[in-house]
């Protein structure tokens, strides 16, 4: 019942791809089956719902040698970002795993986290909510040999904790970020009300080394909304002094006469 990804756009696809650094057309060398011991080498785990998925990547190589004429070239991997970045958008976009520097997930996950947090659910619920879909995919796959045990102890039904979800939901957030910007300034505006507010602030911080204790690094986050209620500007800040927000609000200004509003 094991989830297998195979992904090789270089076979499947018959797209060439050139080194990034040559130019050269890079050659099909061998895929990620190490098993036996901890290596780069290794399948990639990808969190998923209802147990994970394991990644097979292959691995291709520069034919171009080095400068000693002894070495066979570089290598990359199917699924690393100089190879996602070579073939088609459209390609790109059907690759169902975003890979993280630590971790990697489904599109399918991403989308059930960045939903179910816009719903208001926070990030230690999301792993509880994960945790539960897998457990129960692990007691449909294993009836014959329930040992709920060895539910924590399979790495096919491990879930993110929730500082990974955290750092999932913030990569996507990056990523976004200028279309999200692009949405905001669009949003039109005719009447514009502005105000501070100190709940969402108080769960912004870090926890500090020393004592494990929880500092919060902002007081306030300050929104201004349109008629409708639609948000058209926002800022974490430190106080409630005009100055922190004078620079947002001409911004806005220049926004709205650049489209005449």
């Known amino acids: 019942m094991t989830k297998i990804f195979l992904w090789c756009p270089l076979q499947h696809y018959q797209i060439p791809l050139l080194c990034p650094s040559h130019k050269c057309p890079l050659v099909f060398h061998s895929w990620t089956t190490q098993l036996t011991r901890q290596s780069p080498r290794n399948p990639r785990l990808v969190y998923d719902l209802s147990g994970n998925i394991i990644l097979v990547q292959s691995i291709y190589r520069c034919p171009y040698n080095l ?21 088609p958008q ?15 997930c489904s599109k399918d996950l991403l989308d059930y986290v960045v ?76 009447i514009l009300s502005c105000d501070h ?26 929104i201004a909304l349109n008629e409708n209620g639609q948000v058209v500007a926002w800022r974490l800040t430190r106080s409630t002094a005009f100055k922190e927000v004078e620079d947002l609000l001409k911004d806005f200004k220049s926004c709205l006469d650049a489209r005449n509003e």
């Open 197 to 222: 507010t100190f709940k969402v602030s108080k769960q912004i911080g870090v926890v500090r080394g020393l004592d494990n204790a929880f500092v919060n690094q902002f007081e306030n986050l300050y």
């Open 67 to 87: 400068a000693d004429q002894t070495s066979t070239g570089h290598e990359f991997y199917s699924a690393s970002t100089d190879i996602l970045e070579c073939i």
């Open 115 to 190: 939903t179910h947090i816009g719903c208001g659910q926070n990030f230690l619920e999301l792993a509880e909510d994960i945790a539960s879909m897998n457990f129960r995919a692990f007691v449909r796959n294993n009836k014959e040999r329930i040992d709920p045990n060895t539910f924590y102890e399979s790495v096919l039904y491990s879930f993110p904790s929730n500082d990974q979800l955290m750092h999932m939901f913030l990569s996507f957030f990056n990523d976004m970020e200028t279309v999200y910007q692009k949405q905001m300034e669009a949003i039109s505006c005719s």
């Open 90 to 104: 459209e390609l790109n976009d059907k690759f169902p795993v975003k890979i993280f520097y630590r971790t990697a």
